[in-house]
């Protein structure tokens, strides 16, 4: 863990600075306990161990950055467990050529680490500060191929379907309708479903080039649930 101490200093806290370095030991330890939980997709490991998941919480959180937990990030919601980033990314199959739609943008960090596999990523998020500020934060990380949508996946994002995987980061009850219309044939779903307040089952569905559907249990989770109403 970083153990950097905070100085308080005229009411507000100066934070202190850690190196480069410092933040690749704490990835590398990350990637560490998620590869002990027995995933080994060496291609999304290669993607957390670079990803700066540091610019992803809130300054004052930057200590929790790299444990594999959630992390509050502000209005609710949280930064996923890297563990599940790692596993939904995995399930998800992404090839280089891929696009890709996210629901459930929150931070961006999720966004960011599919942008680093797929050819574009959209990300829809239904609260208009966390979209803002995941869009600001990305542009500034230098993602290029990453759109942040504000608006409510429930629809899914027409104008950029249809998609080669969709990743969920919210539970809904049901499977939304649009995000099944929206994956292309041969395509891969990724949703956590149930009801919220209790642990979800974690999907994957997919598409074969017929447009059947197979859907396949995978694990128990905890997700923040999915809204309806746009902020
Ligand atoms: N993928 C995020 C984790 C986000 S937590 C990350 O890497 O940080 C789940 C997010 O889903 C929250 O920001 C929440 O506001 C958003 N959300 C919930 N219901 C939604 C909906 N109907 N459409 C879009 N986003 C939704």
């Known amino acids: 863990m970083l153990a ?27 990637i560490e306990a998620i590869s002990a939980h027995g995933l080994d997709d060496q ?6 161990a670079r990803v700066p998941r540091h ?3 809130n300054p004052e959180d930057i200590d929790f950055a790299y444990r594999d937990q959630p992390v ?7 930064i996923s467990q890297p563990l ?26 999720q966004a960011a680490v599919l942008a680093e596999m797929a050819r574009e990523v959209v990300s829809v998020e239904i609260i208009g500060t966390h979209a803002k ?21 429930y629809f899914g994002w027409e104008e950029g379907a249809p998609y080669d995987a969709v990743i969920v980061t919210a539970a809904p009850e049901k499977i939304p309708q649009a995000l099944i219309d929206q ?12 009801k919220s307040g209790w642990t979800q089952n974690l999907l994957l569905v997919r598409k074969d080039l017929d447009g059947n559907l197979e859907a396949r249990k995978k694990e128990s989770v905890r997700f923040v649930p999915f809204t309806r ?3």
Do not use: C, W
């Open 4 to 30: 950097g101490k905070s100085i308080q200093q005229d009411e507000a806290v100066v934070r202190p600075q850690f190196s480069e370095e410092e933040f690749m030991a704490e990835r590398r330890k990350m």
């Open 43 to 48: 291609e999304v490991l290669d993607v957390l």
């Open 55 to 57: 610019e992803f919480v």
């Open 72 to 78: 509050p990030i502000g209005e609710g919601q949280t």
């Open 84 to 109: 599940m980033v790692a596993t939904m990314t995995s399930l998800a199959e992404v090839g280089a050529d891929d696009s890709v739609l996210e629901i459930g943008t929150g931070s961006g960090y």
């Open 133 to 153: 500020n995941a869009a600001d934060r990305l542009k500034r990380l230098g993602y290029e191929n990453i759109s942040v949508i504000h608006g409510d996946g």
């Open 183 to 194: 994956l292309a044939p041969g395509g891969r779903l990724v949703i956590p479903l149930g």
């Open 229 to 231: 109403d746009k902020r």
